[in-house]
């Protein structure tokens, strides 16, 4: 949809409203560094040219009245009591960001329209961008100074403590940070950022996400188990290392400590350990141009999480190596928290074609489930349209 469309269906929608501003907000995929951000280590994420935009203008009251164009559904709260919603569970998203800039400011009522096209439960970070887009058209409405990195701080807190969901920082980070052409490199303990430029495009290669078809039903329960070995390598390890406070404090140097772990504590730090290194590793690839060495270093991160971190399936590795057999694709990996969801490939544009074909016909055949398949390029991150 257009801005220009999108503020046509505004104006049908409240047509005697103000006139509103547009802000858009992209999805994310994550290109490597996974399960490392709650180890205080690196990722390294690309904003995706899929986005949420929302179309907004002022009240004279406190009441915020949303109308979603995709659902096809409208709902309203009051800025005076807001409580979370069992019916329209969309609107939480905002109704939490509203609920957090509350504690700091008072806000204005608000008319909202939106519209998005970052694919439903793909793990591409619906979620985060709706917040980070909300919390963007919120500061723009009011006139607030609030920064973009605290913007994100403060969407990853509404989905944190009023949506219910524990996510890291690197979603709304990118979202709200993200820049046309580069990837973001983040220091998930400081917070300390790099855009790191991506020459995708200059290569002629574009970043390809394949969705499993597989809904990420252990993810909770694995997810905590893993976040519990991983505190436990920890203090293990401690009893050498006492200067540490987390697995991104240990060192390639440092594995023959590790080694030395009960089996499924080391494997688990060792993919944390490892996984850290190929993230620092990536963005001198990057740096350099260096999409071979950058694609192997894909290929690696996806045997440590299949093999150490042991978050794959056997969905996702069918995917990996049907990607990895066609001779255009540089490297090809799981990405998010696992179980199912999604591949990431980077793939020469000339073998993006060759890539669907193969998936297309194997994968179903050999899984019985049919996968969507994005093309994305990096793109600019939240940003005011009008």
Known sequence: MTVHELVEAFRRQFPDAGEPIVVRAPGRVNLIGEHTDYNDGYVLPMAIDAQIMLAGSLRDDQEVHLYSLDFQSG?????GEIQRSTKATWTNYIRGVCSMFLEFTPLKGMNIVLTGNVPQGAGLSSSAALEVGTALLIRNLNGLDTDAVELAKLAQRAENEFVG??????DQFISGLGKQGHVLFLDCR????????????DKNASVVVIDSGVKRGLV??????????CEAAVRELQKDLPQIRALRDVGAADLVLVEKLPPDLCKRARHVITENQRVLDAVKYLAAGDLRAFGLLMNQSHASLRNDYEVSCQELDLLVELAQSVPGTYGSRM??????????????????????????????AQSGLKPRIFVFNASEGAQQLV
């Not at 709902?75 to 800025?79: A, E, H, T």
């Open 190 to 201: 400081s917070l300390e950022y790099e855009l790191v430029p991506a020459p995708f495009a």
């Open 335 to 364: 990405t998010g928290a696992g179980f199912g969801g999604c591949t990431v490939s980077l793939v020469d544009n000339d073998y993006v074609g060759r890539l669907k074909a193969v998936v297309m016909e194997q994968y179903p």
């Open 165 to 170: 969901v524990n996510c890291g920082i690197m």
């Open 220 to 229: 909770s329960s694995e997810y905590n188990l893993r976040r519990s070995q």
């Open 75 to 79: 709902d309203r709260f009051s800025l």
